[in-house]
């Protein structure tokens, strides 16, 4: 409905603002009510009679029908609740499918109960699609915000109030909010998601309206507001239409707080765990929560994933006789990095953002980053969920990403590799890999292909140690793996190669063979002393077979008659076997 009137201050007979005679916005909330209301209770209700409950990949948590840890118990309520109460406008943010939503919705419905507040919830990421047409960006956030009080407050006036007659524009979100607030009995917290969706114009126009209206709230504009979304708003970059680029900072200078949602913690994992474990009576074995937590480091879809992988897909354990052990995780993580869900979909396309790679290629060599590489590039890795500071160490943020990472970026080349590394070459009747004949048709293959392939790569730096990895990773696929691990200036890449001896897979005896992948920045025999001492503690820790270590000369004058060769070694009582590339 249109309004005819802005209404005054003062409270009618409802509780909404307005004086008698005068139209106001609001009828009591009983006229309005939806004979349907309680059915999506009652539909619930029946879900959870009637349907195992399992791990949730796919949009917000129903604790009705997925495993779900409280959404509160994973941020500091107490410093929420106060920003709230204290007028605070913020952002959060975390990564892709970490909780987000399903905590903004738990906490406008909690405000909701409280009856102090009169909390909304919208999601604007259709309006990315308008990009720098202001116009039909506000028209697509307004219809949003209508069909969120409709559903959320059952108040078809409410809803009504975002239209009017004039055209959608640069200040139709304003006018709308200051007319909410002005109508409201109580004051309004908003919780907007998704919003560095927006692109160009589109997203400057959203923050510079709701800057212009900040100093009308509580009475004239929301009481508090939340901006949520993957990035901190700092992090935005804006590029107009008019060609002018500028940060989210600017456009949006009244931030007070910015809070990341965090990943779960081992406790959360367990808890969460414990769950299914209650629910079917299928036990986990005491060896999987810590491989769990090193394959994930908590990311919560990750982990949701993974379990859901090996509950409810792995055939072996429908039966929920059957405990999950240490292998059937195992077998889990490998078929969710084949597969490539969308979220590790997403997490690929990052990578090809000049932002990214200007960090993540150093983290691939371990080398240290560039000193033209900003805080800003390394925060917003952080902010992706792709690294995590540990130790005051910067690393890929868990394991399933240490091993997509290298993958995604070579899943061309690993199909161009078949006939290359086909795994009965290299095969002894014994069933063991003859790594010197796999290393030895590595080091032709990167003298006939190294050039035109690191051409086709935006990660040349990297591109030797991802073109070793490619090789393997066809080696492997064949049934072995590969762990990886990298790390800021440690001038190297450590492989771990497991391959099965017996007809009992990775249960049974293995050969374990590590690789330490070095680029000469000196001499050789000063990288070869240095990498020798490295890769001897390296294979100690992983309980190694076979030591091999890879010294890639990348300077283009050298002739290749120099560059390759093999030698072997003794340090520290374990045979190391040198190339060169």
């Known amino acids: 409905m249109a309004i005819a009137a802005m209404p005054r201050r003062g409270y009618g007979r409802d509780g909404l603002r307005g004086v008698a005679g005068e139209p106001r916005l609001l009828a009591p909330a009983s006229a309005y009510a939806l004979p349907q209301r309680n059915l999506s209770v009652q539909r ?79 999601n604007i990421e259709a309006a990315q699609a308008a990009r720098n047409d202001v116009g039909a960006a506000m028209g697509t956030i307004l219809s949003t915000l209508a069909r969120s009080v409709a559903l959320q407050w059952h108040s078809p006036q409410w809803a009504s109030a975002a239209f009017d007659s004039t055209s959608p524009n640069a200040d139709s979100l304003t006018t709308l909010l200051q007319r909410w607030s002005l109508a409201s009995d109580k004051p309004l917290v908003l919780f907007i998601d998704e919003v560095d969706a927006l692109v160009g114009d589109a997203l400057v126009s959203l923050l510079r309206q709701i800057r212009a209206g900040y100093a009308q709230r509580p009475m004239a504009f929301p009481h508090s507001m939340v901006l949520c979304g993957v990035r901190d708003v700092r992090d935005y970059r804006i590029h107009r239409s008019d060609g002018e680029v500028i940060t989210g900072g600017s456009a949006f200078n009244i931030k007070s707080e910015s809070i990341r949602l965090g990943d779960f ?152 590799l078949q006939g290359h590394a086909e795994p009965r070459w290299y095969v002894r009747a014994n069933g063991r890999l003859d ?43 064949g049934g072995g793996r590969i762990a990886r691990e990298y790390g800021l200036g440690m001038g190297r890449t450590d492989l771990f190669l497991q391959w099965p001896l017996t007809p009992q897979g990775f249960v049974g005896p293995l050969q374990r063979v590590v690789l330490e992948l070095k680029v000469l920045h000196s001499t050789r025999q000063y990288t070869l002393e240095q ?51």
Request: with cysteine.
């Open 265 to 416: 913690t081992q406790a959360q994992m367990a808890a969460l765990l414990a769950q299914h474990t209650e629910t079917t009576g299928q036990t986990f074995d005491d060896s999987v929560l810590p491989e769990l937590w090193e394959d994930t480091r908590g990311q919560p879809w990750l982990v949701n994933a993974l379990a859901f992988e090996a509950c409810f897909r792995l055939p072996a354990l429908r039966d929920r006789s059957c405990p999950v052990t240490l292998e059937h995780l195992r077998q889990a993580r490998e078929r969710l990095i084949l597969r490539c869900d969308t979220h590790l979909d997403q997490l690929a396309d990052k990578l090809r953002e000049p932002r990214v790679r200007s960090v993540i290629e150093p983290v691939l060599q371990g080398e240290d980053l560039p000193t033209d590489v900003g805080d800003d590039n390394r925060q917003y890795c952080i902010d992706l969920g792709l690294l995590a500071r540990r130790d005051g160490a910067l690393l890929v943020a868990n394991r399933i990403y240490r091993e997509v990472l290298p993958r995604t970026l070579t899943s061309v080349l690993q199909d161009s």
């Open 435 to 477: 790594m010197v004949a796999l290393l030895t048709a590595f080091q032709q293959f990167f003298r006939e292909h190294s050039e035109s392939w690191l051409d086709r790569y935006s990660y040349k730096e990297a591109g030797p140690q991802l073109l070793l990895q490619a090789f393997l990773q066809r080696v492997v696929n």
């Open 44 to 122: 619930l209700q029946v879900y959870d009679d009637s349907m195992e409950r399992f791990f949730n990949t796919a949009g917000p948590n129903q604790p009705a029908l997925h495993y779900t840890l409280p959404p509160l118990e994973r941020v500091d309520w107490a410093e929420l609740s106060w920003l709230i109460d204290a007028q605070r406008y913020f952002v959060l943010h975390a990564p892709r499918q970490t909780g987000k939503t399903g905590l903004l919705l738990h906490l406008a419905q909690q405000l909701n109960e409280t009856g102090r507040y009169r909390a909304l919830y919208v």
């Open 531 to 581: 990498g020798m001492a490295q890769i001897v503690r390296y294979g100690d820790q992983c309980g190694a077979d076979e030591a091999h270590l890879l010294l890639f000369d990348r300077n283009p004058h050298v002739p290749w008659e120099q560059k390759l060769y093999r030698s072997e070694h003794h340090h520290a009582g374990r045979a190391v076997m040198a190339w060169g590339m």
